[in-house]
């Protein structure tokens, strides 16, 4: 299993990314899926998830309105909208795969992990 995730880099607050996260070696469709992210000198907290039909989306309360996952069953791709960036908003971001019902906001430890993309929003 591998999940490559990009689309990061440098924006000035107030912009947007959007970041991707492309699967292979796994039955996408049976994956619910998820970002989470890494700021420095903090632990990885979660930041959206998305089921497996995409149906049923969840977001932490800090970027919930600002932020919209998706995902394309047909591109083995999961996607992370990002509008109206802060500062606080930069972070390593990782996207992750679990055969649960939905990736848990707490790693279980069962989860396929992408490599990471840095998102940097400046002032």
């Known amino acids: 299993v591998q999940l490559q995730a990009f689309g990061g880099g440098l924006v000035q607050a107030g912009g947007s990314l959007r970041l991707s996260c492309a699967a292979s070696?796994?039955?996408?469709?049976?994956?619910?899926l998820g970002w989470f992210r890494q700021a420095p000198g903090k632990e990885r907290e979660f930041v959206a998830a998305?089921?497996?039909?995409?149906?049923?989306?969840y977001y932490a309360n800090s970027v919930k309105g600002r932020f919209t996952i998706a995902r394309d069953n047909a591109k083995n791709t999961v996607y992370l909208q990002m509008n109206s960036l802060k500062p606080e908003d930069t972070a390593v971001y990782y996207c992750?795969?679990?055969?649960?019902?939905?990736?848990?906001?707490?790693?279980?430890?069962?989860?396929?992990w992408g490599q990471g993309t840095q998102v940097t929003v400046s002032s």
């Open positions: 998305i089921s497996r039909s995409g149906g049923s989306t």
């Open positions: 070696g796994l039955t996408f469709s049976r994956y619910a």
């Open positions: 992750a795969a679990s055969t649960l019902v939905v990736v848990p906001r707490t790693p279980v430890g069962d989860e396929y």
